[in-house]
């Protein structure tokens, strides 16, 4: 049996583990995704109510997190928005369609809330299905005026963002101190640290550009 819930306190650790497992030598040899989790909650962009777990059989096999971020107009006028990150499933639970599932629901309660459109960084393979688009169609670009390949937009309003030059800022949060990412991580126990080829797919992923 499925069953998505808000994560509540007593989850906390648990999702930071699962988030560790999942991301462990995805993107980089280890990974900071966990200490994302471990410092998150107490962010004021932090959306406590799209924290959400994905129960199966009773037991948290994945989570995903929302923080606030913002788009401002070339007009000047400004939207508050929502990215989400980390987004996880155990590794044994993964091609599944739990995630689909997750996020999916997730979408639905933050258009709930009022929120009209969502950007996030990732692979379009994993994300266009899931109703993302290049940022470039949606016109939202970086301050630099460049538009990630990487960086995706849905709206959850239909039109929300039709008619305007958009720059993405997401939160502070998500600039994470890697020194101390890495020291947080080494005083956990031992995983071990290797190279996959999602690494290198990463690279060229976060560094291309659409024109």
Not at 21 to 49: Q, S, W
Not at 185 to 195: A, F, T
Request: some cysteine; glycine content about 6%.
């Amino acid at each position: 049996m499925l069953n998505i819930r808000p994560e509540s306190a007593a989850d906390y650790q648990l999702v930071e583990d699962i988030t560790r497992r999942a991301f462990y030598n995805l993107y980089m040899p280890g990974c900071f995704e966990h200490y994302l989790v471990h410092i998150m909650r107490r962010h004021e962009d932090f959306i406590p109510e799209l924290a959400l777990v994905l129960e199966l059989d009773g037991q948290v096999i994945g989570n995903v997190m929302y923080t606030k971020a913002k788009l401002q107009a070339q007009s000047g006028r400004t939207k508050e928005i929502v990215t989400f990150g980390p987004v996880c499933i155990e590794p044994e639970q993964q091609r599944k369609g739990y995630g689909k599932m997750l996020l999916e629901y997730s979408f639905d309660k933050a258009a709930a809330m009022g929120y009209e459109a969502i950007v996030i960084f990732g692979s379009p393979a994993n994300y266009v299905g899931l109703g993302f688009q290049s940022c470039k169609k949606y016109n939202v670009c970086l301050e630099n005026q460049k538009y990630p390949a990487a960086m995706l937009v849905r709206e959850l309003k239909p039109g929300a963002l039709a008619g305007e030059k958009w720059f993405y800022y997401d939160s502070p949060i998500m600039n994470v101190d890697e020194q101390a990412a890495q020291a947080y991580d080494d005083s956990l126990p031992k995983m071990v640290k290797c190279w996959r080829p999602s690494q290198e797919e990463f690279y060229i992923m976060s560094n291309s550009f659409v024109e």
